[in-house]
């Protein structure tokens, strides 16, 4: 293979989440219009309070650091976090968990994601997998899950949703 070939070839990390800094983007361009005044609604009594799953969203990068720090994750260890208490809390839970990931996959080479990685509760294995997926499933599949939630929340909310994936009904460029 010639050196023109190899450098045009892209690394697993380039190929599998090469729409990661989008996501971040749009995440927290979400989590800008969270309203600190209503922190406290919940669309339906088993649904995360707005406060709690904007806090999730803003923490979920640290699950990609996780991943690529340690061979296995113990959800038996896992301490609940408290919601943020205010936007720029939120913000800044989101700016510095995100920097840390960003640090974590520019560290990591192709072999580090390969290896394999271990969801366990306690002794008990859940599941196992190579970090690349675990990244792209429980990472940013995950996060982009979420994200969906606090798009509907801030809808019934009223608060006018940035664009996507494209325009929103909230922020249509005219075409006329």
Known sequence: MSTTETAATPSLKAAALGDLEQELRVSRSLLERVPED???FKPHEKSFSLGSLATHI???PYWITATLQSDSFDLSNVSHREPAANRQELLKLFDDTAADMRAALDAASDAD?????????????????PKLGVIRGMGISHFIH????????????DVPLPPMYGPTADERPSFG
């Open 38 to 40: 209503r922190l406290d």
């Open 58 to 60: 803003a923490n979920l």
């Open 113 to 129: 994601l390969l290896r394999t990685w271990e969801l366990r509760m306690g002794d008990r294995v859940l599941q196992r997998m």
């Open 146 to 157: 979420h994200r969906g939630q606090l798009s509907v929340y801030l809808r019934l909310l």
